[in-house]
Structures are given as C-alpha cells and as structure tokens.
C-alpha cells in the first residue's frame, strides 16, 4: 500500500479503500501486505508457488500443496480447489498476508491442491473482465485433465490433481465471483468435460435496491455493499440489480442451473451481508436445484472472521468445516 499522493488531482474516491487520479493512476488504501510463496510452511508443511496462467493480460495464481506422505508408487492425487479471494473486486490478492495464511490453514487441514487465482482488480479491470479472468482460469486448471489440453503443464497440477474432485470457492467478492462462475459452468463446457463437485461461497457479497431482513431501511443506496458496486461498475445494466450483484433480481437467470454438484454456502451473524446470504440459499432451494445445499451460520462473528483472524477458535471451527465438506464422498 503506497503513501498518500498529494501532487495528484483526485478525480473520484471511494473512501478508506481507494482513489481515482486524473491521469488514470489509482491508489488503494486498503489491504494487507504481500507475501512471498513458501516451499515448506514452518507451522504446517504447506508448499506454495506462483504461477502465471496468461501473460497478455495478465493472470497468475499462487499453488498451495500439502505435505505429502512419501511413496514409491505413483503420485498422490488429491482434490483441487480453484479459490477466488475477496476484497471488493478492487483490493487484496492471492498473494497478500491473510489470503496467503487462511489457505494454507485449509489446504492443511483438508489435504487437497489449491490454486488462489490473481485476477485483474476493478476499476482498472472492468468488473465482467474479473469473471472472464476467472472462468478462463478454472479452464486452464481443468485443461491439466485432458492431453495436450495446457501448453506448459504446471507438475503440480499434473501429478497430483484429481480431476473427478474439482472444486471452486471464494469469500466476499470471491464468493460473488464463484455464484457467477458457477451460473457459466451450467451453460457453457469445462475442458476435458470436467464437473464441479461442489463450491462453498464464505459471506457472499451480493446486494439489491430493495433491504431484506435486517439490512438497513433507509439510506440502504449508501451503505458500502452498494457505494462499491456502483462506484466500480457504474454503467452495468440494471445497476446495483444486475444479476452479477444481485442473483435474487427479477429476470435474473434461476438458480437451478448453478453448475455444481454440492454447495456450501456460510454466513456471519454480525455480517451486513448476513440476511441477503441466506435469502440466496432460499432462492436456491425454491429454484429446483438439484444439488444438495448446505447452510452454515456462525454466531457472534462479522464478515470475513475466518480471513481476517484465521487463527482464533471461530476460525479454526469454520475452517474443519470447511475442509469436512471438500472431502465428503460424492
């Protein structure tokens, strides 16, 4: 995060998160620090490496991979994770501090292949190039399943990836970008005719023009949910009531064809997003969704806990959970 630029005009702010110069620079206020991959995690043995998936524009993604049991026969296989992290669509990274440990907290636990895709952020990517970002992503993981599918095949992928246990997930944003890929997964063919297992989405950052539940009453057009979304796609279609923000929305496409097998969705009782969580989870049941559906509700926690303090017991509790349901049999 750099210093505060005082030479610059400012040309629109979105306060405590970022700012928009005239000359098209943009600050980001907000975030945690980067850090470097590690080839043996001192607390739980978790490998981890950075990749690039695209050059032109760019794509990268950090690998994370347990420790594995040594054997003379072939190679572990282990279930693959393709992880969207949050931040607003417009800061945090695959490779910043809390994503960085949360990931490596679960891929322990859970013993599978994770892969935390760097997508271009907003404003300087616009936002439906994030889901492109993203569902090119997952095709490139899933392109390791078929021969000849990846120009370079990335050896972790290649040795230790089970392809019949692809996954997807994401918190916050994360989680937005995840309902949306998977909302493509059930139109359009993964490589090598690959299905998603099963996806959980963490406080998923949905919004709308109309409160639900508890969300606030009045001024609800100037609560953060809606003054990100509008600041950073201000001409979508439909606005803050696009179906990309807004699944719930009349005329947005049915839920029946989220494109996984399981899905787990959690949310946070002090959460602002908390109420539109669990409205989505109805919406998905009342839709015909074949899969099965899976609530998670953790008392006394806000948005993002298990991120932001993935060390405390609430965390850790939510991470087991987590991993229980990546390694449930289909």
């Known amino acids: 995060m750099g210093s505060i630029c005082t030479s610059k005009e400012v040309e629109r702010e979105l306060p405590t998160l970022l700012r928009v110069y005239k000359d098209g620079t943009v600050e980001r206020l907000s975030g945690t620090p980067y850090v470097p991959p590690c080839l043996e995690d001192p607390k739980t043995g978790v490998a981890s490496k950075d990749i690039t998936i695209r050059e032109d524009p760019l ?5 994370h991979l347990p420790k594995l049991e040594p054997v003379d026969e072939q190679p572990q296989k282990l279930p693959v994770l393709v992880y969207y992290h949050g931040g607003g669509f417009c800061f945090e990274s ?13 891929v322990a636990e859970a013993k599978i292949l994770a892969v935390s895709i760097e ?6 990517c616009p936002i439906p190039s994030i889901y492109d970002d993203c569902w090119e992503a997952l ?3 899933a392109s390791h399943s078929v021969e000849g599918g990846a120009a370079v095949k990335e050896p972790w992928l290649a040795d230790h990836g089970d392809f019949r246990r692809v996954f997807i997930a994401g918190d916050s944003a994360g989680a937005n970008i995840a309902h949306n890929v998977l909302m493509r997964a059930g139109r359009d063919t993964i490589v090598g005719g690959i299905k998603i297992s ?3 989405l963490t406080h998923p950052y949905f919004w709308g023009s109309e409160p639900i539940g508890s ?17 950073l796609y201000p001409t979508v279609k439909d606005g803050i009531d696009s179906p990309m923000i807004n699944p719930l929305a009349t005329g947005a496409p049915s839920l029946a064809g989220l494109g996984c097998g399981r899905l787990l969705v959690s949310v946070a009782e002090k959460d602002l997003l908390r109420d539109r969580g669990l409205k989505y989870c109805e919406a998905v049941k009342e839709s015909g969704f074949k899969g099965e559906l899976e609530v998670v509700e953790v008392e006394g926690e806000d948005h993002a806990f298990h991120i932001v303090t993935y060390e405390k017991e609430s965390a850790l509790v939510l991470i087991k959970r987590l991993a229980a349901f990546l390694n449930k049999s289909c």
Do not use: N
């Not at 794509?59 to 690998?63: E, T, V």
């Not at 695959?94 to 679960?106: D, G, I, M």
């Open 198 to 200: 099963g996806a959980y």
């Open 94 to 106: 695959a490779f910043s501090l809390v994503e960085h440990q949360y990931l490596t907290t679960l």
């Open 139 to 141: 095709q490139w993981v």
């Open 119 to 124: 997508y271009r952020l907003a404003p300087e």
């Open 215 to 231: 969300e606030p009453k009045t001024d609800h057009d100037k609560d953060l949910p809606h003054l990100v979304w509008t600041f």
């Open 59 to 63: 794509i990268r993604a950090r690998l």
